[in-house]
């Protein structure tokens, strides 16, 4: 809405006799009330027109294979929440280990594969959760295809 060169009051164009305001004759003349095209002054040299958003597939397989690193938090480009599930995992894996080494007396080795097969049976899971979830964003806040 064009404003009154007088009051500075917001008028509409059928006023643009008289401001109802003010009562200042000709309140329009001379104030241009025109829309602007912004879109030429825009420059899109800069813009990356290459861009493919993240896939949920590809979420789903790093959480599985990788996830145990990781890995899938990174692809999402979140990388502190990356690196904090990968020391949670290696200290669950190693809890995991001992408890089955000390009370279950397993062999070392069967008590640390079973911890990982355990921490990967997870990690499925939640990708599985994650492939399911509706409107998943990644860090930068755009959507997953």
């Known amino acids: 809405m064009p404003y009154c060169k007088n009051c500075h009051s917001r008028i509409?164009?059928?006023n643009k006799d008289r401001c109802p305001i003010c009562?200042?004759?000709r309140p329009l003349d001379d104030v241009s009330s025109d829309t602007v095209e912004i879109?030429?002054?825009v420059d899109?040299?800069?813009?990356?027109l290459d861009y493919h958003p993240r896939s949920r597939k590809k979420l789903f397989i790093y959480f599985s294979l990788l996830g145990i690193f990781g890995v899938p938090y990174f692809?999402?480009?979140?990388p502190k929440l990356g690196a904090f599930y990968c020391l949670s995992n290696l200290l669950v894996i190693t809890g995991l280990s001992l408890?089955?080494?000390v009370i279950c007396s397993f062999h070392i080795a069967l008590g640390i594969v079973l911890?990982?097969?355990t921490m990967m049976l997870i990690n499925f899971f939640i990708g599985f959760s994650y492939y399911k979830t509706?409107?998943?964003k990644d860090g930068h806040g755009d959507f997953l295809e």
């Open 44 to 48: 899109t040299s800069d813009l990356n």
């Open 12 to 14: 509409d164009k059928f």
């Open 75 to 78: 692809y999402l480009y979140r």
């Open 115 to 117: 911890s990982i097969i």
């Open 39 to 41: 879109t030429t002054s």
């Open 134 to 136: 509706p409107n998943l």
């Open 23 to 25: 009562g200042f004759e």
């Open 99 to 101: 408890i089955l080494i």
